[in-house]
C-alpha cells in the first residue's frame, strides 16, 4: 500500500461490521427501532447515520481516484487543513469525550429502519473499504478535501479516514449502550 496506515482502519472497519453483525444481526425490528425517546437514537439509526455520513464522502473519493478534485479556497489555505483536521480528530474519537450533534447532512434519513439495516451496513462498510483502497493512489497527507457538513472545515485525506473509522467505532458503541439500557425490550413480544 502506498499509505500503510490504511490496512489498520481498514481491519478496524472489518471488526465494526463483524460487531455489528454478531451483536445486532439477530434483533427483532422492533429492537432495531427502539429507543429511549425521542430525541435519542435507535440501534437502527446509528447504523443508518453512520450510512449517511460515510456516503457524503464518496463524491470525493472518486474524484481523487479520477485525479478531477478541484482545490476549493478553503483547501488552499496554508495550515487551515492541519488545523480543522487536529480539532477533528481531538473531538471525534471512538469514546467519546462529549456529546456532540450531528450536522443536518448526516442526520439519519429514516425514523424507522428496515429489519436488513445490519445487512446494508455491513454492505455499505464493503464499499467504503473499497473506496480506500481506491484512493490508496494518492498521497494522503498533500490531498486536501472539505467536510460534506461544511465547506470551509477543511483536512487532509490522512485525516479524513482516521475521522471516519473513529467516527464508525464511536456510533458502534453507541448503539451497544442503547441495548444496555434497562428499558431495551430483550425479547420479542
Not at 35 to 62: A, M
Not at 146 to 155: D, E, G, L, R
Request: aromatic share 8%; hydrophobic share 35%; charged share 25%.
Amino acid at each position: 500500500m502506498n499509505n500503510p496506515y490504511l490496512q489498520g482502519l481498514i481491519r478496524r472497519i472489518e471488526k465494526v461490521s463483524q460487531e455489528a453483525e454478531d451483536t445486532f444481526g439477530n434483533l427483532s425490528n422492533e429492537q432495531l427501532n427502539w429507543k429511549l425517546n425521542r430525541e435519542k437514537w435507535s440501534i437502527g439509526q446509528c447504523l443508518d447515520h453512520l450510512i449517511v455520513s460515510n456516503s457524503t464522502y464518496f463524491p470525493q473519493f472518486e474524484q481523487m481516484t479520477r485525479g478531477v478534485k478541484p482545490k476549493t479556497l478553503w483547501e488552499s489555505l496554508p495550515g487551515w487543513p492541519l488545523l480543522c483536521g487536529y480539532m477533528l480528530l481531538r473531538t471525534i474519537t471512538p469514546d467519546p469525550r462529549q456529546k456532540l450533534s450531528a450536522p443536518a447532512v448526516f442526520i439519519p434519513q429514516r425514523s424507522e429502519v428496515p429489519s436488513t439495516i445490519v445487512a446494508e451496513f455491513v454492505t455499505h462498510n464493503q464499499l467504503l473499504i473499497k473506496y480506500l483502497h481506491e484512493i490508496d493512489a494518492v498521497d494522503h497527507r498533500r490531498t486536501i478535501m472539505s467536510s460534506p457538513a461544511s465547506s470551509f472545515i477543511t483536512y487532509s485525506l490522512h485525516d479524513a479516514c482516521q475521522i471516519l473509522t473513529n467516527h464508525e467505532e464511536r456510533h458502534l458503541r453507541q448503539a451497544k449502550r442503547v441495548m444496555e439500557l434497562e428499558e431495551f425490550p430483550l425479547f420479542k413480544e
